[in-house]
């Protein structure tokens, strides 16, 4: 049988490119899940891993996507292969167990940890840069203005929170922080 496994590393993140990649490719079934890839603990692929078995094969968009480091993805090639599952990264082409396989698949797991590691040296990077700067603030930028805040605080004195929300669209738990902010001012 031919599996397909689709992940990506945040909620906000589609799947759609991988999953119709995988449908166009013929898989019977597609496993996929919103679940970060550092961690190598992802429920819908270790629910996938323990159903494959000897003739199976198993194809995924990237090798990213399948282990994010090196040693995992060896690891986990090498556990399929006992098993007798073949894999299949799209980007790559089939994975054999053969010297020229696995070597490839050496390489290539190394190209992918490699960045990996690059994507969070620049991250940092830009990150230091940006707090040099003396206007910089950590995060996400605010979604209402202060003078927004101002008026759906002054709104609340004489309507209810779920009236204010309707309102204005500040939503109740932004107005509860504001309304604690501004008493501790």
Request: overall charge positive; proline content about 2%; glycine content about 6%.
């Amino acid at each position: 049988m031919k599996y397909g496994y689709a992940r990506v590393s945040t909620v906000s993140q589609d799947l759609d490119s991988q999953l119709q990649a995988l449908e166009k490719e013929g898989c019977n079934k597609i496993y996929s899940e919103k679940f970060t890839g550092t961690i190598s603990d992802r429920p819908k692929f270790k629910e996938l891993f323990s159903i494959l078995e000897d003739g199976d094969t198993l194809v995924v968009t990237k090798l990213d996507r399948f282990a994010r480091s090196t040693v995992d993805a060896i690891q986990k090639v090498k556990e399929l292969f006992e098993k007798g599952v073949k894999i299949h990264i799209l980007n790559m082409g089939l994975v054999e167990d053969t010297p020229t396989g696995r070597l490839i698949l050496t390489i290539m797991s190394g190209f992918a940890e490699f960045e990996r590691d690059m994507i969070v040296e620049r991250t940092q990077e830009g990150k230091a840069i940006a707090r040099q700067r003396e206007d910089f603030v950590e995060g996400r930028p605010n979604k209402y203005s202060k003078k927004q805040i101002a008026h759906a605080l002054e709104l609340l004195e004489t309507n209810s929170y779920t009236e204010v929300e309707k309102m204005t669209g500040i939503s109740k738990s932004t107005l509860i922080r504001a309304k604690k902010k501004q008493l501790l001012d």
